[in-house]
């Protein structure tokens, strides 16, 4: 069974960190992109980071530039994804995925497994 399960969401104050995990279970990473998503209630899914399988390459979003930082241990087959100075406006459902294709993506339809989500809630 392939799984993708993320863990680390929680509560935390405006200005607070956390540290988002993604374990791959039933599939490795292999050399495929990793990514980070969010949805918040009401609004579609969007992209937040990307990493190659090196880690040598990534990608965020405008909005989490320069506060967070996605990396990767293949031989853990675990993602993170450390979120640091968080917003309330980063207050969503943060999944983790892996793509079809080795290049960097924001597309979610490029994107072929996906975790169940963790919930990150930032208060003000």
């Known amino acids: 069974q392939v799984q993708l399960v993320e863990s680390g969401g929680g509560l935390v104050q405006a200005g607070g960190s956390l540290r988002l995990s993604c374990v791959a279970s039933?599939?490795?990473?292999?050399?495929?992109?990793m990514g980070w998503f969010r949805q918040a209630p009401g609004r579609e899914r969007e992209f937040v980071a990307a990493?190659?399988?090196?880690?040598?390459?990534?990608l965020y979003a405008d909005s989490v530039k320069g506060r967070f930082t996605v990396s990767r241990d293949n031989a853990k087959n675990t993602m993170y994804l450390q979120m640091n100075s968080l917003k309330p406006e980063d207050t969503a459902v943060y999944y983790c995925?892996?793509?079809?294709?080795?290049?960097?993506?924001?597309?979610?339809?490029?994107?072929?497994?996906w975790g169940q989500g963790t919930q990150v809630t930032v208060s003000s």
């Open positions: 995925a892996r793509a079809s294709a080795r290049v960097l993506t924001t597309r979610p339809h490029e994107y072929n497994y």
């Open positions: 039933g599939l490795t990473f292999g050399l495929n992109c």
């Open positions: 990493i190659t399988w090196t880690g040598g390459s990534t």
